[in-house]
């Protein structure tokens, strides 16, 4: 099988033939172009000579006719003018004009009055009435001189031209007409020398009615004759469109080309044409035609090296050209696009002229020359100076405002070089002109915005700093720098290692979280350099991403979380009694039962047993025990601030004198105990137990604190005004770094406080220590020797009696203790105890049975019928069965399934004006008060107690009308 392959080289020599074969088809058709171009050009040459020669012989014997019929028209309007002169005499004046005006001229004279009769004649009369020009002025009344045909009435047989105006009455009608008639051949006189020296030249007059007036006698017959039409179409329609002109190309008369020409008369109704034959004229150019082919090929071949060179020039000029027309669009393109503009002055015109640009800067409209104080005047005047000293000197760069005839203001960068001329003297000036209205604006707008980061930065509350990914700070504020105690230049530019390598160590792993990885780092730690106030920061760093995406650096936020660490600590540490209060509320509200069940019931031994016999005493001795009982119950409620005890306003003065004996019993006996109360009274809000606990308490701490050594415990109650320097120390949070100190609560200006302050000579107590001290079950003491429950305690009636307390202490130097209670504005009266009186039916409802039997015992004793029920829904459904029955109705709070406040809700709704009394351990009294209790009491309780309660409520329910059963 024979593959299909290609020929090598065959595509190659194919190509190369029909390269050749057209660049021979180009040469040949460029050479016979050449050839026929200059043929042409010759040809064209010979027939314009010709065609010039025509032309002139027809301009000169134009003048010639035109000067004869100008001669003799002048004489018609002479002659024209006399007739209508009547005053003179007609023939006579006729004659004379005759004899003086024509003398010696082959012209001839005749008036012709309106019937076509000659009414004067210089040769014979005659009537003409028949004839055309007499015809013609009869029928219109015309101005112009009128030419008559050719006529042969000569004797001799020669033609005679008429040549005729009209004659008018002095109303204007027709009244004949004035005739000069002269043989034509007069005008061909001057036709003879062309005719013998252009034989092949014909020359006539024609008139525009295409007659013959004067001709040649070269003029071949069939051309026409004397008096005839000419015979040629091409010359009367090229005269037709075109009054003076030339025509070259083919007669219809006899098949002979011919040049024509033709010269008009614009005042006589004639035109002068002349043509020449051109075989004639291309006799000597067909003789050397072959002369002519040879030598115009040859030239026509250089010719067309020649024009190739000249097109090839001529496309690198256009070329040229329209690069310099592209590179000049594209200049003033980018002018527009860039808004640049240039001008130049010229010192000799004062004026100057501005491209587009500069005429949108000013805002005015464009002109070529402007005048230079009109430029110098959008200028603002503030910038003027500036600009006429660059303009007068060297040149320069400036900035400049341009104001816009509209007050808008367009910002320039202007740069100026002096114009100098070819000796180096100066001529003026040039200029470029760039609008930075733009820039500006952008300027502006980014100082503006710097200003407003800046002041954001410098006023934020936090410490904010800006680092490249080397690690150089790029910004920072002024809370960074009062943070690190470096000057802004001394950070800006270099990384932590050179100006603070110990925060360099710490924030090496952070940085590379943010750099390498993008992510958002969160850390937590002291600051690299502690000062009071100052003692946790938190550091927030985070990635600055570029517009590809890249990380370019990271920012960060430093936060002084000082006091956020210690609100937090606050807050768990009141979790954390609040859990603990929780647990010992509930415990102490059964231990509540308890005791009110034993001190009852032993109530009753003491009022049944002689106090002379033991058991009295021993009855005596469990009254003490369930009254320290009580005692301990009401710190474990006033620690978990769940509990209520009865406050009365005291003079803090008398509670403390008189509990000095015992704080000075219980101290060991090397303390030396102080106490000063003062002179002016100190009314608070308070239980005397609380005080006591608080007291005993505080120098118990006091005196163990000086480890049995000899030392001072002090006691001292201090008045608190709104001047007091305490109100600020307990809001500084700058103090002494030496000096620990612990704080709860805040003084208000518009109260007045009462301080108790126990200060000692002992160790001191650490900063660590005392952050912990008012915790619950804290104790620093040996096992056995305290529960951790005093301080925590304190805390709690502090808090319930709406005061603060600060703690300081230097170690070495002993502590401070400062309780702040608020004063009462007045003291409260002492409660009046009431004795029962008169008997009343009373309901009691508990959950707990030794509180309904103790109570029903107690009250039974002085005189009240009791009913008891433990079960609340019970109690409820007995008053709904009979509202009437019961004269009070005494519950508990906490019951399973009905809360006392729920009970007495249901009670009220039945029988409003049921009283009504509510006893709890927690001390709910809000929760009373909502559900109508008439009455509140705190357990442990004691039938007594609750007597007087009963007895005050009787008395003010027989003193109120009482409601219908039922009514809500």
């Not at 295409?210 to 071949?220: M, N």
């Not at 936090?462 to 001394?490: H, S, T, W």
């Not at 370019?552 to 979790?575: D, H, K, M, P, Y």
Request: aromatic share 6%.
């Amino acid at each position: 099988m024979i593959e299909n392959r290609p020929i090598h080289g065959f595509h190659a020599a194919r190509g190369l033939r029909a390269g050749l074969v057209a660049l021979l088809v180009l040469l040949l058709a460029v050479l016979w172009s050449g050839l026929f171009y200059h043929l042409s050009s010759q040809r064209r040459l010979e027939l314009n000579h010709a065609e010039r020669n025509v032309q002139n012989l027809t301009r000169i014997y134009a003048e010639q006719v035109h000067s004869t019929l100008s001669a003799v028209d002048q004489t018609l309007l002479l002659l024209k003018r006399i007739h209508e002169l009547r005053d003179v005499e007609f023939n006579p004046a006729f004659a004379l004009a005759d004899n003086v005006l024509l003398k010696g001229a082959d012209l001839r004279v005749r008036i012709v009055g309106a019937d076509g009769y000659s009414v004067y004649s210089s040769d014979h009369q005659a009537f003409v009435g028949d004839r055309d020009y007499f015809q013609a002025h009869v029928a219109q009344d015309t101005s112009r001189m009128f030419i008559g045909k050719p006529e042969f009435t000569e004797p001799n047989g020669e033609p005679l031209l008429d040549l005729s105006r009209r004659l008018n009455r002095p109303d204007g009608s027709f009244d004949g007409v004035v005739v000069i008639s002269f043989n034509p051949q007069a005008l061909e006189s001057s036709l003879a020398s062309v005719d013998a020296a252009t034989p092949t030249t014909f020359i006539g007059v024609i008139g525009l009615d295409h007659v013959i007036r004067v001709l040649s006698e070269t003029l071949p017959a069939v051309f026409g004759r004397l008096g005839e039409p000419l015979n040629a179409p091409q010359l009367l329609a090229a005269r037709e469109i075109s009054p003076d002109g030339d025509l070259a190309g083919r007669s219809q008369a006899d098949g002979v080309d011919r040049i024509a020409a033709w010269q008009t008369f614009d005042d006589y109704p004639l035109f002068v044409a002349a043509a020449r034959d051109q075989q004639p004229l291309l006799a000597d150019f067909n003789r050397h035609r072959v002369v002519l082919i040879v030598a115009t090929a040859v030239i026509s071949c250089l010719f067309a090296l020649a024009v190739g060179l000249l097109l090839r020039i001529l496309e690198q000029r256009d070329a040229f050209a329209a690069s310099v027309a592209r590179s000049r669009e594209q200049l003033l393109e980018a002018q527009r696009l860039g808004k640049i503009g240039h001008f130049v002055v010229d010192d000799a015109s004062g004026v100057a002229n501005y491209s587009d640009e500069c005429f949108a800067m000013m805002g005015i409209e464009r002109a070529v020359d402007i005048p230079v104080a009109r430029g110098l005047s959008v200028i603002h005047p503030d910038d003027r100076f500036r600009y006429l000293a660059a303009r007068n000197g060297d040149g320069g760069d400036l900035e400049a405002r341009v104001v816009r005839p509209d007050g808008s203001v367009c910002w320039t960068h202007m740069r100026l070089r002096p114009r100098v001329d070819a000796a180096g003297n100066r001529i003026g000036l040039f200029g470029v002109v760039h609008d930075i209205t733009a820039r500006k604006q952008a300027e502006e707008a980014v100082r503006q915005h710097e200003r407003h980061m800046r002041a954001i930065m410098d006023n934020a509350p936090v410490a904010i700093f800006l680092k490249d990914r080397e690690g150089r700070y790029l910004m920072v504020n002024q809370q960074f720098v009062d943070l690190v105690g470096v000057p802004a230049d001394q950070l800006i530019g270099h990384i932590d290692a050179d100006v603070l390598p110990e925060m360099a160590v710490l924030s090496q792993a952070s940085n590379e979280m943010v750099l390498k990885h993008g992510q958002v780092a969160r850390v937590e730690r002291p600051p690299w350099r502690t000062k009071p106030g100052l003692e946790h920061i938190e550091i927030l760093k985070f990635p600055i991403f570029a517009e590809d995406g890249s990380i370019a650096g990271l920012s960060g936020f430093t936060f002084n979380v000082t006091e956020r660490r210690r609100i937090e600590e606050q807050l768990r540490q009141a979790a954390k009694m609040e859990a603990v209060g929780r647990l010992a509320g509930g415990i102490a509200h059964d231990f509540n039962n308890m005791i009110g069940a034993i001190l009852g019931f032993n109530s009753f031994l003491l009022e049944d047993l002689d106090p002379t016999t033991q058991e009295h005493r021993f009855a005596s001795r469990i009254a003490q025990v369930c009254r320290n009982a009580k005692h301990l119950v009401e710190q474990v409620l006033a620690f978990a601030r769940a509990g209520h005890v009865e406050k009365h306003t005291i003079d803090l003065r008398a509670a403390v004198a008189e509990n000095a004996p015992l704080l000075d019993a219980a101290l060991a006996s090397s303390t030396d105990l102080t106490v000063e109360v003062g002179d002016a009274p100190l009314p608070v809000v308070i239980n005397d137990g609380q005080v006591h606990q608080v007291l005993l308490n505080l120098c118990v701490n006091a005196s163990d604190a000086l480890g049995g050594r000899p030392g001072r415990v002090a006691v001292r109650l201090e008045r608190i005004g709104a001047d007091h320097p305490d109100h600020r120390r307990l809001a500084d949070e700058q103090a002494d770094p030496e000096v620990a100190r612990a704080r709860s609560g805040r003084l208000d200006a518009a109260q007045v406080y009462c301080a108790i302050r126990v200060s000692d000579t002992g160790c001191g107590i650490n900063q660590a220590t005392l952050d912990r001290v008012f915790e619950p079950f804290y104790s620093t003491k040996p096992p056995g020797s305290g529960t951790g429950l005093g301080l925590a305690v304190i805390h709690g009636i502090v808090t319930a009696c709406g005061g603060a307390y600060q703690v300081t202490s230097r170690l070495g130097d002993g502590s401070e203790f400062s309780l702040y209670l608020p004063l009462a504005s007045d003291a409260a009266a002492p409660p009046v105890t009431h004795t029962p009186a008169g008997p009343a039916s009373l309901l009691v409802v508990d959950d707990e049975i030794n509180i309904t039997d103790m109570l029903a015992i107690g009250l039974e004793r002085l005189g009240y019928e009791v009913t008891c029920c433990n079960d609340p829904a019970e109690a409820l459904r007995a008053f709904e069965q009979d509202p009437g029955a019961w004269d009070i109705v005494i519950t508990d709070h906490a019951m399973p399934g009905l809360t006392g406040a729920a009970l007495i809700e249901r009670i009220k709704a039945i029988r409003p004006d049921c009283p009504t009394v509510l006893f709890t351990g927690f001390g709910d009294q809000a929760a009373a008060r909502d559900a109508g209790a008439d009455a509140f009491l705190i357990k442990p309780i004691e039938p007594r107690r609750v007597a007087e309660t009963v007895h005050e409520l009787l008395n003010r329910s027989a003193a109120a009308p009482r409601s219908p059963v039922g009514a809500a």
